[in-house]
């Protein structure tokens, strides 16, 4: 099993910036896969951005250009750094762990997330 803490959330207005740390530990050797997911006020959870053991990253449409992940592999931490920020970006941040095959991507583990709320 996976732990995971997310930290970096907070208030900030529109066109500003944050950034987002999530800290894993445990069975890490078990995962490939981390992501950040967000769920917005009465919306559907969205996945925001995935990075693989391999360095590849993939954002949603959303956000291309806008937001980065990235880790640190000695730490055991991933970034997500988001800049112009929209209000719509207004959300709950989670931060996933999980493992990705040929055939199938299965996150297994989550964070307990972190509010990022973005004034007009």
């Known amino acids: 099993q996976v732990q995971l803490v997310e930290s ?3 208030l900030v207005q529109a066109g500003g910036s944050l950034r987002l740390s999530c800290a894993a530990s445990g069975t890490i050797f078990s995962i490939n896969l981390m992501g950040w997911y967000r769920r917005a006020p009465g919306k559907q959870r969205e996945l925001v951005a995935t990075i693989r053991s391999g ?3 993939t954002y949603a449409d959303s956000v291309k250009g806008r937001f980065t992940i990235s880790r640190d592999n000695a ?3 991933v970034f997500l750094q988001m800049n112009s920020l929209k209000p719509e970006d207004t959300g709950v941040y989670y ?3 999980g493992r990705e095959s040929k055939v199938s991507v299965t996150y297994t583990d ?3 997330g972190t509010q990022v709320t973005v004034s007009s």
């Open 8 to 10: 970096g959330g907070g």
């Open 55 to 57: 360095g590849s990253v």
């Open 75 to 77: 730490k055991n931490t």
């Open 95 to 97: 931060c996933a762990a």
């Open 110 to 112: 989550w964070g307990q």
